[in-house]
């Protein structure tokens, strides 16, 4: 009977040793996943400070283009009234337009 105690204390050992061995490859496992997670969190930090850079020099061309081309429609619309005294003086005075 001594014999069979021994035997199932061995395989409860056996099992026990098993079992510690899976919790510590799992434990292992999961300090590599915490791991690239760290990683891909910081990288992912980079590219939205990055993303974040990267909109507001966009706004700020958008925001150029935008004063650029309301200067430009202001200069059209002075052109297109300089181009009417024009005419109305070459009307007045008789002087003949060529282009």
Partial sequence: MNDKLDSIDKRFDEVLSAMSQF?????????QVTNQFSKVNKEISGLITSHDRLLNTIDGFIGRIDKYETELAA???EIERLKRWINQIADKTGVELTS
């Fill in 23 to 31: 919790a510590n490859d799992v434990n292992g496992q999961f300090s």
């Fill in 75 to 77: 200069r059209d619309h």
